[in-house]
């Protein structure tokens, strides 16, 4: 049963890169062929994607955050990351790992609450 | 961009069907899915490629896709499926989400 794991600092200043991992068990990213996801979702609000990565690097993003985004796979550490710099309040919520396959995404980690506060 | 449509909130007595839309342009060329999320939980697909069921899914989630509207409905709907409800597709290599419905059952 694939679970993953989102981990990283969970306060960062303004105008400064939003890091975060997530670790995958139970599955092998560098043999799936499904992509990896990451997800956001500020307090109180609805779901938005941010942008997947393929175990080759191949990646999609979302047109609204793509100037800011960076996702990466390591599957030597069987990690997929998400940087986004220059943040603002506005990019504080909870983010979510989560596999993507079939167009659809599943599982999802349990997520982790990330403040951008000085 | 693309945009997904769904109403707010949706009330259903227990044991009735409720039924969940989501509207976009030609959306019924696309494939649609479907999630839950409770408070304080991550989302769990309940519908994906239209209408097909994860394991573990009940029976009595069921999809269908056409047109501009994806729907989602609960047959016999329980107090455990109080939740909100996500949309989402896939359109011009980049996913996107439904503003999200709230399903309160009385």
């Known amino acids: 049963q694939v679970q993953l794991q989102e981990s990283g600092p969970g306060l960062v200043k303004p105008s400064q890169t939003l890091s975060l991992t997530c670790s995958v068990s139970g599955d092998s990213i560098s043999s799936s062929s499904d992509y990896w996801s990451w997800i956001r979702q500020p307090a109180g609000k609805g779901l938005e994607w941010i942008g997947r990565v393929y175990p080759s690097g191949s990646t999609n993003y979302n047109p609204s955050l793509k100037s800011r985004v960076t996702i990466s796979v390591d599957t030597s550490k069987n990690q997929f990351s998400l940087k986004l710099n220059s943040v603002t309040a506005a990019d504080t919520a909870v983010y979510y790992c989560?596999?993507?396959?079939?167009?659809?995404?599943?599982?999802w980690g349990q997520g982790i609450l990330v403040t951008v506060s000085s | 961009s693309y945009e997904l449509t769904q109403p707010p909130s949706v009330s259903v007595s227990p044991g009735q069907t409720a039924s969940i839309t989501c509207s976009g342009d030609?959306?019924?060329?696309?494939?649609a899915c479907w999630y839950q999320q409770k408070p304080g939980q991550s989302p769990v697909v309940v519908i994906y490629q239209d209408k097909k069921r994860p394991s573990g899914i009940p029976e009595r989630f069921s999809g269908f896709n056409s047109g501009n509207t994806a729907t989602l409905t609960i047959s016999g709907t329980q107090a455990m499926d109080e939740a909100d409800y996500y949309c989402?597709?896939?359109?011009?290599?980049?996913?996107?989400f439904g503003t999200g419905t709230k399903v309160t059952v009385l």
């Open positions: 989402q597709t896939w359109d011009s290599s980049s996913y996107v």
């Open positions: 030609k959306l019924g060329d696309k494939y």
């Open positions: 989560a596999r993507d396959y079939s167009g659809t995404q599943d599982p």
